[in-house]
């Protein structure tokens, strides 16, 4: 995963971690093992990050002008933001570290901020960052999806919308609520995606011209995203067609 550096929103440590060695805790070291050895899953070290500390890196990094000078925040010539990152289909996130010897793996010049990962987590929604990413250069590089991210800014319990291969119950119903104003659908399946998190089949009447399909996909679209039980819990959707 690429890392660039990105002015963001300062994240300065606090009194809370005065005596932090940077070591990882516990916990999470133990739920990314089980992760690792496939003996738990990425609900638990989702739920070890509730309240758990994470480094999050700021890069040094300098700002050009129009006329390709640097320019200086207050003077000075080289300003630091929060790094993010690129995950390898494309979205943006934010990495944190359970301890220095992670980061300095992925980054030996990045600076360690403490911070609670609520704290990281609402900073990433805030930049618009979809994801984040714990430990991009192991031992157990682990992405967080963007439902997981945003429960934990909330400081709430995640809820996958798929587990163990099966889409949750409350995100099926939510689909089929979205869709059912919209005639030309004649039946839409949920199952787990392949590409995506989750896929919905919609066997659409026969007979459409191409012009037609394209706007009945759009009002799926929107229909799907007005629904807040899809938005806030599939990380990712796909659709597949078929005539009836």
Same mark, same amino acid.
């Not at 940077?22 to 992760?35: E, F, I, N, W």
């Not at 899953?41 to 070290?45: A, H, N, Y």
């Given at each position: 995963m690429t890392g660039i550096p990105v002015t963001g929103r300062a994240l300065p440590p606090t009194s809370a971690f005065a005596g932090?060695?940077?070591? !990882? $805790?516990?916990? @999470?070291? !133990? !739920? @990314?093992?089980?992760?690792a050895d496939g003996t738990r899953? @990425? +609900? $638990? +070290?989702v739920s070890a990050l509730v309240g758990a500390r994470v480094l999050v890196p700021v890069l040094a990094h300098t700002e050009e002008a129009a006329d390709g000078e640097c320019t200086h925040a207050g003077d000075s010539h080289a300003s630091a933001g929060i790094a993010a990152i690129l995950t390898p289909d494309g979205r943006t996130g934010l990495p944190v570290f359970s301890s220095i010897g992670t980061m300095a793996e992925w980054r030996s010049d990045a600076r360690p901020v403490p911070a609670e990962t609520a704290r990281a987590a609402l900073s990433a929604v805030e930049e618009g960052w979809e994801v984040m990413v714990l430990d991009p250069a192991g031992p157990v590089p682990t992405l967080i999806p963007r439902p997981a991210v945003r429960a934990l800014a909330q400081q709430r319990e995640w809820i996958p919308a798929v587990v163990d291969g099966v889409v949750d119950p409350r995100v099926r119903q939510a689909v089929a609520g979205a869709l059912e104003t919209i005639g030309e659908i004649v039946a839409a399946q949920v199952t787990a995606g392949g590409r995506a998190e989750v896929a919905i089949i919609l066997t659409i009447r026969a007979g459409l011209r191409q012009a037609e399909l394209d706007l009945v996909l759009e009002r799926v679209g929107a229909a799907l995203a007005a629904q807040d039980v899809v938005s806030e819990r599939v990380d990712s959707l796909e659709l597949r +067609?078929?005539? !009836?």
């Open positions: 932090d060695d940077g070591r !990882a $805790d516990p916990t @999470l070291t !133990a !739920a @990314l093992a089980g992760l899953g @990425l +609900v $638990d +070290v +067609v078929r005539s !009836a």
